[in-house]
Structures are given as C-alpha cells and as structure tokens.
C-alpha cells in the first residue's frame, strides 16, 4: 500500500486521512507560522495601545492639575498679590 494512495473505501475515513495529511504537510512547510506572527502583532498592538492609554491619563491628569491652578490664580487675583 503506498502512502499516497491510501483508501480505506469508507468516505468520511478517506477524507480525515487527506485532511490530515494536509495539516501536517502544511506544519512541514512552516506555513502555519503565519498565524503565530499575527497574534504576536495583536499582543504587541495591544501593549501598545495599553501604554499609551496610560501616558495619556497621566498628561491629562497633569493638564487639568494645572489648569486648576490657573483657575483659581485668576479668581483669586489681586494686584497686591502673584500666583
């Protein structure tokens, strides 16, 4: 029996062989790596998006700190006194 022509004669047997046959010649070839790299880029993309989600939260954070301050210099502004 040679490897290439292998049936067993029922269908659904026949086609789970072919089918795995597939994926392993596919595995072989280094084909499937390319579904490694895309979920390498989805986690890089999501760190990422992660630090720059913090670094904006920490400017906002920093920017309305000192528009507070601003706000309440001109409210309580006078000329006998700076902020």
């Known amino acids: ?37 895309a979920v390498e880029w989805v986690i890089i993309s999501a760190v990422v998006v992660a630090i720059v989600g913090v670094v904006a939260a920490i400017i906002n954070s920093a920017l309305s700190d000192g528009a507070n301050k601003v706000g309440n210099c001109i409210k309580g502004a006078s000329a006998s006194k700076t902020c």
């Open 1 to 37: 029996m040679n490897g290439r022509n292998f049936s067993t004669g029922i269908p659904a047997v026949d086609f789970l062989v072919t089918f795995l046959r597939g994926r392993v010649e596919r595995a072989r070839s280094g084909e499937l790596d390319r579904g490694a790299s």
